[in-house]
Each structure stands twice: as structure tokens, then as C-alpha cells.
């Protein structure tokens, strides 16, 4: 009877509050060849409106061709795309410097530098936590950054290579290139410790994620959208959005990123991600 009871309390708990996290250090599952190789890929990403190949990645005719349609079919809303195999290095990219309205995109990069920053902080917290990742409620994003401040962010976009003025606002313009790097980041961290994976663990069930919903059935995946069509919680100007960005652990383990000014509707990018789901399977 008291086991059950204590099932029951621990149950309650986490309903209510969220996992519990454990900082405990474990030996890392990654391989220093597989990062440099996805670092090297990252850093070749030209800025320019054309499907370019990374890290020597072969694409087929009949791939680009459908690509570049799928891109098309969203006209006359823009795109940025990054493509990433994160154990060769092969991929693509798409427009990955043009920056666009993260939206609620930011919250992935932003809990996980929290979590490596100050790891005390998601157990204090961890109702904002698991609030932020799973629902991307915007009221307890914000209790974080208010509460924790934003020098963990700014530490994270040092460490990415990407400029630390990201950090500025909770909401701000980023390009997939960016965002790319700053996931690649997250997939470190992810799988460094057992820490790491717990608070990855918060990532794979989304409350909203076609990257969750086109892939999740058949990979585990880490992701964290953003979309709006209105005005923005944060600054109240008109913002229009439907982004995704994360890790699919596939065959290979691959980083995508899909930004876009399509106002909230994550059925327009079907076609993108299925496309770039059947390139990352050949590379």
C-alpha cells in the first residue's frame, strides 16, 4: 500500500511539475570526427538563394528538382533551409542567410543553454521548463528569461559561432544558418550526459512540430517550432511565421531547419520536409 501510494505521489508530481533532472555525468556518446565534419558543413553555407550541397553531399537530379518545387509551391513566402547528416557532414542548404522571425523557435536554443549554464536551474523551474519546450507557452518562457536572464543565450551563440545579438530579445529575427548552428549546440549537449538526455527527453514529444509529426512515427526526434500570424506576444508588431528546427535520429542522426514567412500554417510545408526527410535517407 505504501508503494502505491508513493506511485501515486510521484505521478501527481510530474503531471504537475515536470521530470525531475539529474546532473550526472556519463561518457559521451558522440565522436569529435562527426561534429567537426557537421561544423565544417555549417561553416560553408553561402548566403544566396540556391540549393547548394555541403560537406561533398551527392543529391540526385530527380531530389533537387523536387526540392526546388516544393520551395516554389510556398511563393511568394520565402524560405531558409539547412539540411545536415551529423555523423558524415553531407547536406544542404537554402537560402541560410537571410534571417527571418524565429517565433517561439528560440526556446529550443534558449533552455538548453539555460540547462548547460546553470543545470540547478531546470529542476527549480522545471514546470516553466517542460511548459516552454513541450507547450511553447510564452508566459513561462518569459518567467525564465526574467527570472534567469539571457547571458546563458549569449554564452550559447559564442559557443555556435553565431553573433551573440541573438541573445538580445526572447523573440528574435534569425537566419537557418544561425539557428543551425545553434541546434548543432543543442544535439551536443543532448547527448554529452545523462543530464544532457534527460532534459533532450523534454524535446521529442511537441505539442506542435511538422517535423515531430512527419518524422516522430518511425525516428525519435528533438524539436522545437515556432509559427504566428498576428501580433507578436513579445513586441505586439504583426509577425507572420511557420518554422521548425531539431534532430531526427534517422539512419544517421540529421540537424534540420526550416524557416518561413508563411503565416501560421505547417501544412504548406509538407512538401519541403518530406523532400528533405527522402534526401537525408541518401546521404
Given at each position: ?9 510521484c505521478?501527481?508530481a ?6 525531475a ?6 561518457a559521451s ?12 558543413a ?8 540556391k540549393?547548394?550541397?555541403l560537406?561533398?553531399a ?6 533537387l528538382?523536387?526540392?526546388k518545387?516544393?520551395i ?5 513566402c520565402?524560405a ?16 541560410a542567410?537571410?534571417?527571418f522571425y ?21 529542476n527549480?523551474s ?6 516552454t ?6 508566459e ?16 550559447w ?15 528574435t ?5 544561425e539557428?543551425?548552428?545553434l ?16 532534459v ?22 528533438q ?57 537525408a535517407?541518401?546521404?
Amino acid at each position: 500500500m505504501k508503494k502505491l501510494t508513493l506511485l501515486l505521489a510521484c505521478l501527481i508530481a510530474l503531471t504537475l511539475h515536470g521530470p525531475a533532472f539529474t546532473a550526472v555525468q556519463a561518457a559521451s556518446s558522440l565522436k569529435q570526427e562527426s561534429i567537426d565534419k557537421a561544423s565544417a558543413a555549417l561553416e560553408q553555407m553561402p548566403d544566396n538563394k540556391k540549393i547548394t550541397a555541403l560537406g561533398g553531399a551527392a543529391i540526385s537530379g530527380e531530389n533537387l528538382k523536387a526540392l526546388k518545387s516544393a520551395i516554389k509551391s510556398i511563393s511568394p513566402c520565402g524560405a531558409g533551409i539547412v539540411l545536415i547528416d551529423l555523423k558524415n557532414g553531407k547536406g544542404l542548404s537554402y537560402n541560410a542567410g537571410q534571417a527571418f522571425y524565429s517565433a517561439s523557435t528560440m526556446k529550443g536554443p534558449y533552455v538548453a543553454s539555460l540547462a548547460a549554464a546553470q543545470p540547478s536551474a531546470i529542476n527549480a523551474s522545471n514546470g516553466n521548463v517542460t511548459a516552454t519546450i513541450r507547450w511553447s507557452s510564452n508566459e513561462d518562457y518569459m518567467s525564465l528569461v526574467n527570472r534567469y536572464g539571457k547571458d546563458c543565450m549569449r554564452a550559447w551563440c559564442k559557443k555556435a559561432g553565431v553573433r551573440t545579438g541573438l541573445a538580445t530579445h526572447p523573440y528574435t529575427n534569425v537566419s537557418a544558418g544561425e539557428l543551425a548552428k545553434l541546434w548543432l549546440q543543442n544535439y551536443i549537449f543532448f547527448n554529452s550526459s545523462s543530464f544532457g538526455k534527460s532534459v533532450g527527453s523534454l524535446y521529442t514529444s511537441p505539442n506542435i512540430s511538422i517535423l515531430h509529426s512527419t518524422f516522430g512515427k518511425k525516428y525519435r526526434t528533438q524539436t522545437k517550432a515556432g509559427w504566428i500570424a498576428g501580433n507578436s506576444f513579445y513586441s505586439g508588431l504583426y509577425r507572420r511565421a511557420s518554422n521548425d528546427a531539431g534532430i531526427i535520429y534517422g539512419k544517421h542522426p540529421y540537424l534540420i531547419v526550416v524557416l518561413s514567412n508563411v503565416p501560421y500554417n505547417f501544412s504548406r510545408l509538407n512538401r519541403i520536409v518530406t523532400v528533405l526527410g527522402k534526401i537525408a535517407a541518401d546521404l
